[in-house]
């Protein structure tokens, strides 16, 4: 039998605890991060935070040459598509003077439009913006939560936003929910919903349908 989406939530943070994420000292380090974990894992995206460090401010990465950008986010793999991809950020978070705070005051829907409209920035990376840079509450319907939701039994949509949309709807529009929830379903699925399952000791295991992807 199929648990709710909030009793989901629930049971992973009883089993994991609070999560605390983004994992990033500033949201503009985190809005950076978002851009170089795509397409890799967190372990390569944090090594090319790591030598990007000194330049963490959104004015030094825009006065970098790309070049230099590019090499130094290099662990980050697709360095030159990234680096174009961080200047193309840069360009639009210019236009608000940098100020995250100013750019909060905008609604969800007027600024995830705006934030799609960056070269390179898809509905994830939106998205993970949104929640954690922004503060917009917002279902973040990655990978993960895919491979988890199926494998629990429920019926996925085929498209990011309906299932976006389909979890929205079952759920408060409460930030907390929403930042906690993203953060347990990556840390569920590092620990035991992995490609390949490891099904003992499974918080969530009495109510799996374990089908397999």
């Given at each position: 039998?199929?648990r709710?989406?909030?009793?989901?939530?629930e049971?992973?943070?009883?089993?994991y605890?609070?999560?605390?994420?983004?994992?990033a000292?500033?949201?503009?380090?985190?809005?950076?991060?978002?851009?170089?974990?795509?397409?890799?894992?967190?372990?390569n995206?944090?090594?090319?935070?790591?030598?990007?460090?000194?330049?963490?401010?959104?004015?030094?990465?825009?006065?970098?040459?790309?070049e230099?950008?590019?090499?130094?986010?290099?662990s980050?793999?697709?360095?030159?598509?990234?680096?174009?991809?961080?200047?193309?950020?840069?360009?639009?978070?210019?236009?608000?003077?940098?100020?995250?705070?100013?750019?909060?005051?905008?609604?969800?829907?007027?600024?995830?439009?705006?934030?799609l409209?960056?070269k390179?920035?898809?509905?994830?990376?939106?998205?993970?913006?949104?929640?954690?840079?922004?503060?917009?509450?917002i279902?973040?319907?990655?990978?993960?939560?895919?491979?988890?939701?199926?494998?629990l039994?429920?019926?996925?949509?085929?498209?990011?936003?309906g299932?976006?949309?389909?979890v929205?709807e079952?759920?408060?529009n409460?930030?907390?929910?929403?930042?906690?929830?993203?953060?347990l379903?990556?840390?569920?699925?590092?620990?035991?919903?992995?490609?390949?399952?490891?099904?003992?000791?499974?918080?969530?295991?009495d109510?799996?349908?374990q089908?397999?992807?």
């Amino acid at each position: 039998m199929q648990r709710s989406y909030q009793v989901i939530y629930e049971t992973l943070f009883n089993h994991y605890g609070p999560q605390n994420w983004w994992p990033a000292d500033t949201p503009f380090e985190m809005m950076i991060g978002s851009i170089l974990v795509q397409n890799t894992n967190w372990r390569n995206a944090e090594k090319a935070l790591t030598k990007l460090s000194p330049f963490l401010e959104p004015e030094m990465i825009d006065r970098l040459p790309i070049e230099e950008l590019a090499e130094l986010i290099r662990s980050s793999g697709f360095f030159n598509i990234k680096a174009k991809r961080i200047k193309a950020f840069i360009d639009w978070f210019k236009t608000y003077h940098y100020d995250i705070e100013e750019i909060k005051k905008m609604n969800r829907q007027g600024l995830r439009r705006e934030l799609l409209s960056i070269k390179g920035v898809g509905k994830e990376t939106a998205d993970v913006m949104l929640l954690y840079a922004f503060d917009k509450p917002i279902f973040v319907a990655d990978a993960y939560v895919r491979r988890i939701f199926h494998r629990l039994g429920y019926d996925i949509p085929t498209s990011y936003d309906g299932l976006r949309e389909r979890v929205e709807e079952r759920l408060p529009n409460d930030l907390v929910l929403y930042n906690e929830f993203h953060a347990l379903l990556v840390e569920h699925a590092k620990q035991f919903c992995r490609t390949k399952p490891i099904c003992d000791g499974c918080p969530l295991f009495d109510s799996c349908d374990q089908r397999l992807d």
